[in-house]
């Protein structure tokens, strides 16, 4: 029986709204106008000092966003709330990650031409998830018809590719036939739209991808993963803290510190260097070069970053076909970034080209997969 494991298809579903950075940073502006206005007087004594306008030329220049997805856009803008508002479900309907998740799944199943019966492992991996249990992932497979198992993981930006090796594992071992890894990034809820240092950084987006041995793949488009790595290193850099705890430590479980906050610039200047000193070694370690890398599916936080990392490891600029970037339609979608990227810019690689999906961020977490088209 061959233990050659291969992705073989990826499926995207984009949320129906789109939030822009005029939009986003008109909003934010008329919230700090309301504040400043709030704390006239402190801010006249000089015990509190005025909020500064965000720009949308900032947020472009400082991260190649130009808009982000949303899942719900309505109250998000509003400067009376300043976060979606998202219908409750109650316990005998579908989740809204269970409902992302399957859109992605769908397609992902398809391009891959195989049924829920094909799939025995279900692995719904991002940054947060909506509820403890039941898993999102149990809910999914059960939504599919799917034999098997499944379970939820989060490793923040690293979930899809620390989930995608969990799978290649599962598949090498034997304990899975066909394997759906899903990324429903619905990041909305943690973003502090009232932070000037973030409120632009995140969208909304799923990904799925299916994995199988290559004795089972009928797909057009398939990719043998010849080597997968996973790496964390503990960091106080990015940080999002809120949790069950809370209700027993008396404090605000949505307070500003307990939401996505992180010290940009030396998450910046850490996590380039570890990414490509990660990269070049597991691309020497299944035996190939990395001029031997046709496209590189890089996490999308920051296209200043991407840009660093393949200087560094090309020796000069990579092209856009080279390393694409979808920031600036999705922004940062979390685990998902590398995927969407995979998904927009696999079908042009031929037969033996070689391509490496990698992710870096929160943890601090690296995670990538070398690949090869089939
Ligand atoms: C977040 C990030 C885009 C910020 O870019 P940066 O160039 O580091 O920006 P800084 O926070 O140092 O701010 C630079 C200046 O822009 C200003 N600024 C910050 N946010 C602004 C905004 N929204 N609008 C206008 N100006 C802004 C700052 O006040 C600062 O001004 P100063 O130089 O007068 O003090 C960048 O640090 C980054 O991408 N880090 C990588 C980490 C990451 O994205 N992680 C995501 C989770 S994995």
Known sequence: MSTEVVISGAGLWRPLHT?????????????????NAEQAAAIAAGTLEAKPHSSAEFIEKASGI??????????????ERMRPRIPHRGEDELSHQAEMALNAARIAL???????????????????????YPAIAIEVQHALGIEGFGFDMLVACSA??????????????GSARGVLVINPELTSPQVNYCDRDSHFIFGDVSTAIVLERADT??????????????VTLYSNNIRSNFGYVARAEDTDPFGTD?????NGRKVFKEVCPMAADHLEAQIAAVGLTIPDIRRWWLHQANINMNQLITRRLLGRDATAREAPI???????????GS????????EDLAAGDHGVICSFGAGYSIGSLVVRKR
């Open 258 to 262: 307990n939401l996505f906050h992180q």
């Open 160 to 173: 899809a590719t620390f989930a995608l090796q969990r799978a290649c594992d599962a598949l090498k071992a």
């Open 326 to 336: 979808v920031l600036d339609e999705f922004a940062n979608t979390a685990s998902a």
């Open 110 to 132: 398809a391009n891959a031409g195989k049924t829920g019966s094909d799939i025995d492992m279900v692995i719904v991996s991002c940054a947060y998830t909506e509820r403890s």
């Open 339 to 346: 995927i969407i990227a995979f998904c927009l810019y696999h």
């Open 66 to 79: 130009r808009s982000r997805y949303t899942y719900v856009k309505d109250g998000t803008l509003e400067v």
């Open 19 to 35: 939030i822009t950075n005029e939009e986003l940073v008109a909003s934010y502006n008329a919230w700090v106008d309301r504040h």
């Open 217 to 230: 793949c009928r797909s057009a488009h398939s990719y043998t993963v010849l080597g997968s790595r996973a």
